[in-house]
């Protein structure tokens, strides 16, 4: 620290990788209504979260995609 460089801990999230979130994504045998052709970061990393990304998930399909949801 004395040459003025402050020593930091980059933060960094093991993702999950796209060929493996394609084989859940296929294995329902239903296309994604989001299925727009390519993976997106922000599905990858909800995806890396055990148990906040399935709540997330579910808490996303209700909001966009309910019958009774206003969003439909």
Not at 35 to 49: K, Y
Not at 62 to 72: A, E, R, V, W, Y
Request: avoid cysteine.
């Amino acid at each position: 620290m004395a040459d003025g460089k402050i020593d930091t801990n980059e933060a960094w999230v093991d993702l999950t990788h796209v060929g493996d979130l394609y084989s859940v994504m296929r294995s329902a045998n239903t296309r994604h209504p989001y299925d727009f052709g390519f993976m997106p970061a922000m599905a990858r990393l909800i995806a890396a979260h055990g148990r906040i990304g399935p709540a997330f998930s579910a808490l996303f399909a209700q909001i966009m995609f309910s019958p009774d949801g206003k969003l439909t």
